[in-house]
């Protein structure tokens, strides 16, 4: 119980030095939106079809999702799926598949969650995507557009993230 405090410190820490870094004004990128990655909890996605909701309402169909779930040795592999074991004391992802998601340079990224969580916020912070997009009460720092709006209001979100991407040209 003692190491997961720790861990959890150290990557806080990690994860401020990286916000610190990537403090440099990002360009945005010019063309359409056609790839869209998804960050959430497992407790989200288990009851909202976040990936159908989302591209239905944005028109796209290149999404994927992954989703934080609790570790459990029981459970099995999922390339849908990562725990906080997955994440090392240095901040580095050790799962594959999510490290290559993580990597995929994807037109956007949507952190689909309103709870600070060092993991989902650092998974959101490496990731490689070109637009970074997420709820308001969330670190400030980590998205280009944040979205006031409760996590159980799907359709609510997507049309406003449809419409402030329709009104800088991303759609």
């Known amino acids: 119980m003692i190491f ?13 030095a990286l916000i610190a870094q990537s403090e440099v004004c990002r360009a945005m990128p010019s063309h359409k939106i056609q790839s869209v990655g998804i960050i959430t909890f497992e ?4 009851k909202i ?11 796209v169909r290149n999404t994927k999702i992954y989703s934080l779930r609790k570790f459990s040795k029981t459970d099995e592999f999922s390339y ?15 799962q594959t598949s999510f490290q290559i998601f993580l990597e995929e340079p994807l037109d956007l990224i949507i952190g689909y969650f309103n709870t600070n969580n060092i993991f989902l916020e650092t998974a959101i912070l ?31 979100f997507t049309s406003e ?5 329709k009104i800088i040209n991303k759609l």
């Open 4 to 16: 997961k405090g720790l861990k959890h410190t150290v990557l806080k820490n990690k994860f401020d």
């Open 43 to 46: 407790e989200i996605s288990s």
């Open 49 to 59: 079809d976040l990936q159908k909701e989302i591209e239905t309402i944005l028109g």
């Open 80 to 94: 849908k799926h990562f725990t906080e074991n997955d994440i090392n004391w240095k901040g580095k992802f050790t």
């Open 126 to 156: 490496k990731s490689k995507a070109e637009f970074k997009v997420g709820f308001s009460d969330i670190n400030p720092h980590l998205y280009e557009i944040e979205i006031s709006e409760k996590v159980e209001n799907i359709v609510a």
């Open 161 to 165: 993230l449809k419409r402030y991407l």
